[in-house]
């Protein structure tokens, strides 16, 4: 484990924060929100211009956040940002997009969906389908990633679920790290790292409780992401955390995604917990893994833009689409 990570942990252990469930949701908001300010060091990264604007939704408006690189390298970036549906926001997410536009050259749109549990699911998918749609329109001829950390990668599935099946909008790639995909949480993860590593398996609970208010939506394949059928989907970047009690879902989807055909690139985040994107201004290997991601984003971007052939997997361990398919298989018969 990294040793600032293994720092946390015990100061934690310390002085434990209290379940979620104790607390009313504006209070777990501005926990989350008191946690990610006192992540942030130094200045912000420079960008060309950051805008603030409402849009237009299904059923009402919800805001979104844009950057302009200062080097434009035509690409657009609709972002989801994470906190279990429920917490984080624009702001909390503020550092995660400024260094996505400046590595990526690209305009990041990030997403202030409206969240669980004044607006539950379909609302914040709802949501994220109408920012993608209106990035595309506003920024029309790049390529155009779908993107989003924990909550926010299980939503970006559902929007490129949602394209793939009913929009116009055309992604060349998805970055999904450490999604949710398996609301019965069920994985060997879970039950190793499910406590005692700064997420909780309990608040993980709570926040599906927020989010899907209707046990028997709990099945809809834009929840149930290991369930869903994910052929003809976006070339993907899989980023996991080993301390993640989500880690395993993630290694999971992306063998399914692999075994669907799709062109997958699975990064590990060695020594790390869930949520480290939130710590790369203060744990090193949190920076060094948030680059390897963004790495290879670029290199699936860069591929997708030249002639290739039949889709492969890369991985930190370097293994093939049949190799993941194999791992998808026993990982569903463990649980």
Request: net charge negative; hydrophobic share 40%.
């Amino acid at each position: 484990m990294d040793r600032f990570i293994r720092a946390l942990i015990q100061w934690q252990a310390v002085d434990p924060p209290v379940p979620a469930r104790t607390l009313t949701v504006d209070q777990v908001r501005r926990r989350y929100a008191e946690s990610a300010e006192h992540t942030r060091r130094g200045a912000p990264e420079p960008v060309a211009a950051v805008t603030d604007q409402p849009i237009d939704g299904v059923d009402g408006r919800f805001g979104v956040r844009t950057y302009r690189p200062i080097i434009d390298r035509s690409r657009l970036v609709t972002y989801l940002h994470g906190g279990g549906w429920t917490v984080g926001d624009i702001d909390t997410h503020d550092a995660v997009c400024r260094r996505i536009a400046v590595a990526l050259g690209a305009v990041v749109v990030s997403v202030d969906y409206r969240r669980a549990p004044e607006h539950p699911y379909p609302g914040p998918l709802h949501d994220g389908i109408a920012a993608a749609e209106w990035a595309a329109g506003a920024f029309p001829g790049r390529e155009h990633v779908i993107a989003g950390d924990s909550a926010g990668a299980g939503l970006a599935v559902g929007v490129a679920l949602h394209q793939r099946d009913h929009g116009d909008v055309d992604f060349s790639a998805q970055l999904l790290v450490y999604p949710p995909a398996d609301p019965e949480m069920k994985s060997p993860s879970i039950r190793i790292y499910g406590s005692g590593y700064l997420t909780d398996i309990d608040d993980l609970r709570w926040y599906y409780e927020q989010y899907v208010q209707d046990p028997r939506r709990s099945t809809d394949p834009a929840i149930d992401l290991l369930r869903a059928d994910l052929h003809g989907m976006p070339p993907t970047v899989i980023g996991t955390a080993e301390f993640d009690p989500l880690h395993d879902e993630g290694v999971e989807l992306a063998g399914r995604l692999a075994a669907a055909g799709v062109t997958v690139e699975h990064v590990e985040g060695p020594g790390l917990v869930h949520g480290y994107l939130l710590l790369a201004d203060v744990v090193p290997a949190a920076a060094e893994a948030a680059t390897a991601v963004l790495d290879a984003l670029e290199r699936t971007l860069k591929t997708e833009a030249e002639p290739h052939p039949a889709p492969m997997v890369q991985d930190a361990g370097t293994y093939d689409a049949d190799a993941l398919a194999d791992i998808a298989r026993v990982a569903a018969t463990s649980t």
